[in-house]
């Protein structure tokens, strides 16, 4: 029989979880809820939980979906903002880990190397080597891989012609250092995602000297509200699951609809952008308007002082139809 897998290792479970990001603690906090027979245990790689909330720490950091969306069905969203940061984001996982025992029943610092099956046993042997370099070879009938879709040690990297004659800094945003100076520098931030959103008007709140911001493919981009007032009100009324399924369906079925909408009617969508959401959403919300030119994706290089940014983009060019 499997034992207790709060035991030290090697572990011998029913179902062993890989990766204790939001995905893995999901994972293993609906095997709490709803399976209460099955032994159960989390490998986590790094030293700490959270995933990409605790990982990155790029400046302006935060969700790029509403929480209502993002967030756990069972442990409804009550924070004061839809968009969160990664610290609300990372406060939020992890009490819901320690609310559903999850955080004592997750062994960090073991990074799963190997998986194999036997039929005979009817068992997986899941291969984990720690952080001192110390291999385990731990047993279960089922094994959740919750690893992600990147790689955590090395961010995607674009080589750029030319690249070793610059002579400021190129920076990941996945391993933004803590000790970067803003103030002052000029930035270039090569990308079009939801990195780049967040990072470019971070740098400019951090006092940089000058903000570029270069994409492929220029697009739209409509402020909203940071506060959802349709949630507010039904949370008031209604009991908080119930609040949290019909906000989230709400948030679910307008973000399919613009994207049809916009998909079938580019030219009618790219007004509405400029004309009425953007000047209607703004009203009481800075923002910054930065014309953009193709270029190449993925990595962002800066200025000088130059600094070079690896990210995605805040674009407001008129799109190619």
């Not at 209460?36 to 700490?48: C, G, H, K, M």
């Not at 929480?67 to 009490?95: K, Q």
């Not at 990074?111 to 731990?138: F, K, M, Y």
Request: glycine letters at 8%.
């Amino acid at each position: 029989m499997p034992h207790d897998p709060m035991a030290p290792p090697p572990l011998d479970v029913d179902v062993l979880v890989v990766g204790a990001g939001i995905s893995g603690i999901d994972t293993a906090c609906r095997l709490a809820m709803h399976c209460p027979d099955l032994t159960w245990a989390v490998l986590e790689a790094r030293s700490a939980t959270g995933g990409t909330w605790d990982l990155f720490r790029y400046p302006g950091i935060r969700s790029d979906s509403d929480m209502y969306t993002l967030g756990f069905p069972f442990r409804p969203w009550r924070g004061a903002t839809s968009i969160a940061s990664a610290e609300e984001i990372l406060r939020y996982v992890r009490d819901t880990a320690d609310e559903h025992g999850v955080t004592e029943r997750t062994h960090l610092g073991q990074r799963v190397t190997r998986l194999a099956w036997s039929s005979e046993d009817s068992r997986w042997t899941v291969t984990a080597r720690t952080d001192s370099g110390e291999v385990l070879e731990h047993r279960a009938r089922f094994v959740h891989v919750a690893t992600g879709y990147y790689a955590y040690d090395s961010g995607h990297v674009v080589e750029f012609p030319r690249q070793e004659s610059f002579t400021g800094e190129v920076v990941h945003p996945q391993h933004w250092p803590h000790d970067l100076e803003v103030a002052g520098r000029r930035f270039v931030v090569v990308g079009s995602g939801a990195t780049a959103i967040t990072l470019v008007p971070a740098l400019v709140a951090a006092g940089a000297a000058h903000v570029t911001m270069l994409q492929r493919s220029p697009s739209y981009v409509a402020a909203l509200p940071n506060r959802d007032v349709v949630a507010d009100g039904l949370r008031r009324v209604l009991p908080g699951r119930a609040a949290h399924s019909l906000v989230r369906a709400k948030n679910v079925a307008l973000s399919s609809v613009s994207y049809q909408a916009l998909r079938r009617f580019p030219r009618v969508g790219g007004a509405c952008c400029v004309g009425g959401w953007s000047s209607g959403c703004r009203r009481g919300i800075p923002s910054t308007r930065t014309s953009t030119r193709a270029t190449t994706r993925g990595t962002s290089a800066s200025a000088s002082r130059p600094t070079a940014t690896c990210s995605t983009s805040w674009p407001t060019a008129r799109p190619r139809w």
